[in-house]
């Protein structure tokens, strides 16, 4: 699991650099915290002692830098020494923290390109709470891991192994004392890394629920206080509150008790180690105080390694979930020999296409043609599958049988990039950015003042935008909720005409005008007849009257097709509709 953490956070050749740079910088490290040790041996010794190891540096130090009888040079190297461990420590903790921010900016920009290539499907089976929390919350826990990793799997090592061999050259009786120790600190450890790893996983798990019940209660906080349920979103949110407390206590009692017990293990044999120099060896205060320096920089890293474990636990639960969603592989492929449409020249085809939704077929051996520069209206009660055909015309979704045609060929032989930009649509539920009224119309592209105003003038827009505070420049709130649900709507429209994209599709796109704002915008419709193809669903009849064709559809079946007339003639369903709309109208 380690190597897959590291081969997730270092797949980039800049990050690698900066590893090596960590690694680098972690071995000074150690050695500056091991030269504080042997120079405050050095100060401390008087004369030649037991210890040959610090006898031969000080002898070895003194041929180029006396320090022995010379207070200056003692002086110098000692602030020598304090420097060099402040720059190793600053440098090595910055190096770190810069690979954490560098990993994570970098696992966040994968994940989300990653997610922009799923298909619809995938949004419908993950929650808004989930997604949002494993692109910001789990690529800092990985990150952190990533640095906890290097310290408890490269630094730690190194420092033990290196400290150890000088114990040893220091005094090997001693030194033989670490390895009865040693088991007794590695035995907890590996003890609560288990329960640690398990518990990361439930709390990630249960931060999705308890984000999913607030962006739930904010979203829909318009129907709660309408239907006064308040107490009810309150109840759900502390239950999930309470739930999620539980578990960050408990591991919150696994965290902390690591430190302790490693501590309680450790200063006992350093005591031990301490008596048995004193009184056993019968060796000099300064020079068991020596040896305990030693000892502390060995065990140190032992005892921070419970620590940073749990903080290697939680990565490892992050990065198997952030690897489950990496591991989606998008079911819309693109084939190897496809290329661009460049223009729409003659028809579409539905031929015999079959969709399902999970287990549940939405369509049904559906087929039609579409020539060039018609109005077709798609008709027919609601669940009649009407969405579905013009969500597959984008490649959205996939079909399961049958296949759809442009100009002849299959949609899966063209990219599904340039098979989008030949459609400009409109959804039925309009998204408005946090951006201004011109930039949502714009929506990335470079259009013109001019190019922007015209399709707002189009869409019965430029009337309500002229009258804000900044007109074109306006900003926007959250989802555009400065805007009535028409106005929204119109925007939306907007936004499709300044495309000028050779097919417009429109799903219910005027449900929330008035019968003033409908008929503008039919008539500008209208006007566009011929010069491009127009694909519309309407459940207001009164829309779709002038088209070219109409096809009604019931349980994902094409019924009937023709023109209104023709239909009015041959289908009951839709000629039940239509009288049903003018019943409406006559008591309206």
């Known amino acids: 699991m380690i190597l897959k953490l ?26 500056a915290s091991q030269l504080e040790i042997l120079a405050i041996g050095i100060i401390t010794q008087q004369g030649r002692g037991s210890f040959a190891l610090l006898d031969r540096i000080q002898e070895a130090w003194n041929q180029f830098f006396p320090i022995s009888e010379n207070f200056t040079n003692l002086a110098i190297f000692l602030v020598f020494v304090a420097l060099f461990k402040a720059v190793t420590l600053f440098s090595q903790r910055y190096t770190t923290r810069l690979i954490a921010i560098r990993v994570s900016r970098d696992l966040r920009q994968a994940y989300f390109e990653h997610i922009q290539s ?15 929390g494993r692109v910001v919350g789990d690529a800092a826990l990985i990150a952190e891991a990533v640095n906890a990793s290097l310290v408890n799997y490269i630094q730690t090592p190194f420092t033990i192994l290196t400290t150890l061999v000088l114990c040893f050259l220091t005094s090997w009786e001693l030194s033989l004392l670490v390895f009865f120790g040693l088991p007794l600190i590695i035995f907890p450890i590996v003890f609560l890394a288990k329960r640690v790893k398990r518990i990361s996983k439930q709390i990630q798990q249960t931060q999705e629920l308890f984000a999913s019940a607030l962006i739930d209660f904010v979203a829909g906080i318009h129907t709660v206080k309408v239907f006064a349920m308040e107490e009810f979103s309150l109840r759900k949110y502390r239950e999930r509150n309470q739930q999620m407390a539980n578990l960050e206590q408990k591991s919150a009692r696994y965290d902390l008790a690591s430190r302790p017990i490693v501590h309680t293990i450790g200063m006992t044999f350093l005591a031990v180690t301490i008596l048995y120099g004193l009184y056993v060896l019968h060796m000099q205060v300064s020079e068991v105080l020596i040896f305990c320096g030693f000892l502390y920089l060995f065990y140190e890293p032992v005892k921070k390694f419970a620590e940073e474990n749990s903080h290697i636990q939680r990565g490892f639960s992050a990065a ?31 031929k015999d296409v079959w969709f399902r939704y999970g287990d549940q077929w939405v369509l049904k051996g559906v087929s039609f043609k579409i020539q060039k520069g018609e109005m077709v209206a798609l008709v ?19 079909i399961e049988q049958g ?51 015209g399709a707002a003038k189009k869409a019965c827009a430029e009337e309500f935008i002229l009258k804000m505070p900044l007109g074109y420049s306006t900003e926007l ?32 796109a005027t449900s929330s005008l008035d019968t003033v704002s409908e008929d503008q915008i039919k008539q500008a419709i209208q006007q566009l007849r011929g010069e491009i193809t127009q694909v519309i669903i309407a459940h207001r009849l009164s829309t ?25 003639q041959t289908c ?6 239509w009288d049903m709309m003018h019943r409406k109208g006559h008591h309206e």
């Open 320 to 350: 198997e979930r952030m690897q489950e969603v990496m591991e989606i592989l998008p079911p819309i492929h693109e084939e190897t020999n496809s290329s661009p449409i460049l223009q729409f020249r003659e028809s579409i085809e539905f």
């Open 572 to 577: 009951a369903g839709f000629k039940a509709m």
């Open 477 to 508: 709130l959250e989802g555009g909720k400065n805007l009535s649900g028409g106005q929204q709507q119109r925007l939306a429209i907007a936004r499709a005409l300044v495309k000028s994209a050779p097919l417009l599709v429109m799903d219910e």
């Open 403 to 453: 296949d759809i045609l442009i100009d002849g060929q299959s949609i899966k032989s063209y990219t599904s990039r340039s098979l989008r930009e030949l459609i400009a649509f409109v959804p039925q539920k309009p998204f408005l950015f946090l951006d201004t009224i011109e930039q949502n119309i714009a929506f990335g592209r470079p259009f013109t003042p001019q190019q922007i105003q």
């Open 380 to 398: 027919g009660p609601t669940g009649a599958g009407k969405s579905s055909i013009v969500q597959l015309l984008p490649r959205l979704y996939e």
């Open 6 to 31: 590291f081969k997730i956070a270092f797949s980039d050749r800049h990050h690698r650099i900066l590893l090596a740079l960590a690694l680098f910088l972690m071995c000074l490290l150690t050695l």
């Open 544 to 568: 779709i009257e002038d088209a070219d064709r109409i096809i009604y559809l019931e349980n994902g079946v094409k019924v009937a097709e023709g023109t209104r007339n023709q239909l009015l």
């Open 118 to 132: 799923l298909p619809m499907t995938f949004y419908q089976q993950h929650n808004i709470g989930s997604l949002s």
